[in-house]
């Protein structure tokens, strides 16, 4: 069964351009996640999307938004790139979402964005 | 609030030694925790998780962990390191709302 995949893998833009990352789910996955990873702020929680609904968000400004669609590949879009905004952004998914969901989160390769 | 800790950035040990990676976790009511690795240039991969039951959890590629409650811990083991090991280990626990919450991470080296 395939993996979550994450397209682009890399890409470089420079301040203030937007980007779109995209993710698809492992097949009949309804939950998506995006993380960034930082070296000096490790693994930050985005938000989660479940069914199109985004369930879940962590403490990021207005800048980062998300969405998900009818076959659960989500996408995600940060506006006014900053030069901070540079990241290994990880997309995860799971089958369910939840505080009771004790399953795991599958990841994506990621996506290595560079603002310059 | 939900959170884990991994008191050391990185651990050293020789190939076919045990190794240890700790985690100490903070949570209300009961603790889902997990274990990923994530080799250079790529995403996570889950190594194994405690929701319930045996405190002995074992997972992929020879990892086990000990869910240890009056020490609120759980240390990532393997009984003989190999270079190949050599990754950063994140310990995560599911928070109230269902997202992971993760530690900064632990970069395991084994020398030859």
């Known amino acids: 069964k395939a993996g979550v995949t994450q397209t682009p893998r890399y890409l470089i833009k420079t301040r203030g351009q937007q980007v779109t990352l995209s993710c698809s789910p492992i097949s009949g996955h309804r939950s998506v996640s995006w993380y960034q990873q930082t070296p000096g702020q490790g693994l930050q929680f985005l938000f989660e999307?479940?069914?199109?609904?985004?369930?879940n968000k962590g403490n990021f400004p207005g800048r980062f938004s998300g969405r998900q669609f009818s076959n659960s590949r989500s996408e995600m879009n940060v506006s006014t790139l900053e030069l901070g905004d540079s990241a290994l952004y990880l997309c995860?998914?799971?089958?369910?979402?939840?505080?009771?969901?004790?399953?795991?989160?599958?990841f994506g390769e990621g996506s290595r964005l560079t603002v310059l | 609030a939900q959170s884990v800790a991994q008191p050391e950035d990185q651990v050293n040990v020789a190939e076919g030694n045990p190794l240890t990676v700790k985690c100490t976790y903070s949570?209300?009511?009961?603790?889902?925790l997990f274990w990923y690795v994530q080799y250079p240039n790529r995403g996570l991969q889950f190594l194994l998780k405690?929701?319930?039951?045996?405190?002995l959890v074992k997972g992929s590629y020879g990892f086990e962990a000990e869910f240890n409650k009056s020490q609120t811990s759980f240390h990532l083991k393997k009984p003989s390191a190999l270079v190949s090991d050599s990754a950063l280990y994140f310990c995560a626990v599911r928070d109230m709302s269902g997202k992971l919450i993760f530690g900064t991470g632990t970069r395991l080296q084994v020398f030859p």
């Open positions: 999307y479940f069914s199109e609904t985004q369930r």
């Open positions: 995860a998914s799971s089958l369910t979402s939840g505080s009771t969901n004790t399953g795991e989160l599958f």
């Open positions: 949570v209300s009511g009961n603790p889902y």
């Open positions: 405690y929701i319930t039951g045996d405190n």
